[in-house]
């Protein structure tokens, strides 16, 4: 079963705008993690935040986390043609699980 | 350091025939995934490894999906017989879980199948 929800299901932005994506999920979780996949190719791991950190940086993306609303957001700051692709978040429940379960994801289209 | 090796990237078949996939983790990484990724959807695990021993293959359809690792290097995933309802990408993925538990994961390109 999918875990996480995305939202929106699609974004499309210009060049240079900064895309911001949410992601809610249901059960207490160890990390959120968020993977971008472009077209044709696999899964690419961004970024990982573990229960206990409430924002994260890594260059031009930066994560929230909200464990009270079961929440986070993905910001990608300065969006390039590049950065075209769908985006995906990962939770690990823990409790000796390192299992993700994946919500459906999140198209994601910058316009150059 | 190469990444998640997977063969063959497409695969076409008819239903109630049988397929294989093949993938090669990064090495020294003990932990190896089997995902599953229908079209619009995000993976959904299928079977993790650790080593050569299974750790969780609560959704994988045994009556027809099976998994090895016999080597704890290497790993097959195969469809037997397959349905028209499998048709999907199907993503390996491996991870250094010795360096702490719930890093990231590593996947391959995936093999594409459709099923007609």
């Known amino acids: 079963s999918q875990q996480g929800e995305e939202d929106p299901q699609a974004l499309s932005i210009q060049e240079g705008e900064n895309a911001t994506m949410n992601c809610s999920y249901k059960?207490?979780?160890?990390?959120l993690q968020w993977y971008r996949q472009n077209s044709g190719r696999g899964l690419v791991h961004l970024i990982l935040i573990r229960s206990n950190e409430r924002e994260k940086h890594s260059g031009r993306l930066r994560v929230t986390l909200d464990t009270s609303k079961k929440s986070s957001s993905l910001l990608i700051t300065a969006s390039r043609a590049a950065d075209t692709a769908s985006y995906f978040c990962?939770?690990?429940?823990?409790?000796?699980?390192?299992?993700?379960?994946f919500g459906k994801g999140m198209k994601l289209t910058v316009n150059p | 350091e190469a990444g998640v090796a997977q063969s063959p990237r497409y695969k076409i078949i008819e239903k109630r025939q049988s397929v294989a996939f093949w993938c090669n983790p990064i090495?020294?990484?003990?932990?190896l995934y089997w995902y599953q990724q229908i079209l619009g959807q995000g993976p959904k695990l299928l079977i993790q490894?650790?080593?050569?021993?299974?750790?969780?293959d609560s959704q994988l359809p045994k009556d027809r999906f099976s998994a090895e690792r016999l080597k704890g290097v290497d790993s097959t995933l195969k469809i037997q017989p397959a349905k028209l309802e499998d048709s999907a990408v199907y993503l390996c993925?491996?991870?250094?879980?010795?360096?702490?538990?719930?890093?990231?994961?590593?996947f391959g390109p995936g093999t594409r199948l459709t099923v007609l």
């Open positions: 990962a939770t690990a429940r823990g409790g000796g699980s390192e299992k993700l379960v």
């Open positions: 993925a491996s991870a250094n879980l010795n360096r702490g538990p719930y890093n990231e994961q590593f």
């Open positions: 490894f650790q080593n050569n021993g299974v750790v969780d």
């Open positions: 059960t207490s979780i160890n990390n």
């Open positions: 090495s020294g990484h003990a932990t």
